[in-house]
T-cell receptor, first 112, second 115 residues
Framework: KQEVTQIPAALSVPEGENLVLNCSFT??????LQWFRQDPGKGLTSLLL?????REQTSGRLNASLDKSSGRSTLYIAASQPGDSATYLC???????????FGQGTRLTINP | DAGVIQSPRHEVTEMGQEVTLRCKPI?????LFWYRQTMMRGLELLIY????????DSGMPEDRFSAKMPNASFSTLKIQPSEPRDSAVYFC?????????????FGDGTRLSIL
């Protein structure tokens, strides 16, 4: 069964720290992997999309990496700010279907 | 560009009533997805369409749920009759096939409460 796991479920760090969020997936033959941000009561905002042929993608203070062989992706957030507080979700698409399979998310709190 | 538009944003209704959720995808997108989010189960795909045709409805929980996409700019998700366990946030998302995989864009969701 194709599954996506995110650990930990919650993370709290002081402002200014660099941090890493983890995502793991079964079946390494993925099509692509997407990181989303969700604020309370809101929809999902796409942050980064990594194709299966890519190793990483960067956007501002965010960097997402992909290691298919180990079935893992990480989202690196540099110089964290209170505005980064949100739930971060990882989602994977496997070949043959356009649907995303989501992890349960990591709820991130940045303390001023 | 307008994003994915969902209506209503909130819906509170009594058990047994029919509920209709609406979605307008981003213009030009050829895929449309319906998801449900609960604390217990997280985000789950219910059904998705390609060029208005349902491709995979294996996530639809039971026959009380139905979805339609009569044209490229409109889709509905209907629950009849509704039950308290249907209470959740329902999201619609759309994407464009493109040459490579494209990101899905989500609406703000409909928060559904069945009393």
């Amino acid at each position: 069964k194709q599954e996506v796991t995110q650990i930990p479920a919650a993370l709290s760090v002081p402002e200014g720290e660099n941090l890493v969020l983890n995502c793991s997936f079964t079946d390494s033959a993925i099509y692509n992997l997407q990181w989303f941000r969700q604020d309370p009561g809101k929809g999902l905002t796409s942050l980064l999309l990594i194709q299966s042929s890519q190793r990483e993608q960067t956007s501002g203070r965010l960097n997402a990496s992909l290691d298919k062989s180990s079935g893992r992706s990480t989202l690196y957030i540099a110089a964290s700010q209170p505005g980064d507080s949100a739930t971060y979700l990882c989602a994977v698409t496997w070949p043959g279907a356009q649907k995303l399979v989501f992890g349960q998310g990591t709820r991130l709190t940045i303390n001023p | 560009d307008a994003g994915v538009i969902q209506s209503p944003r909130h819906e509170v209704t009594e058990m047994g009533q029919e509920v209709t959720l609406r979605c307008k995808p981003i213009s030009g997108h050829d895929y449309l997805f319906w998801y449900r989010q609960t604390m217990m189960r997280g985000l789950e795909l219910l059904i998705y369409f390609n060029n208005n045709v349902p491709i995979d409805d294996s996530g639809m929980p039971e026959d009380r749920f139905s979805a339609k996409m009569p044209n490229a700019s409109f889709s509905t998700l209907k629950i009849q009759p509704s039950e308290p366990r249907d209470s959740a946030v329902y999201f619609c998302a759309s994407s464009w096939t493109g040459r490579l995989g494209q990101p899905q864009h989500f609406g703000d969701g409909t928060r559904l409460s069945i009393l």
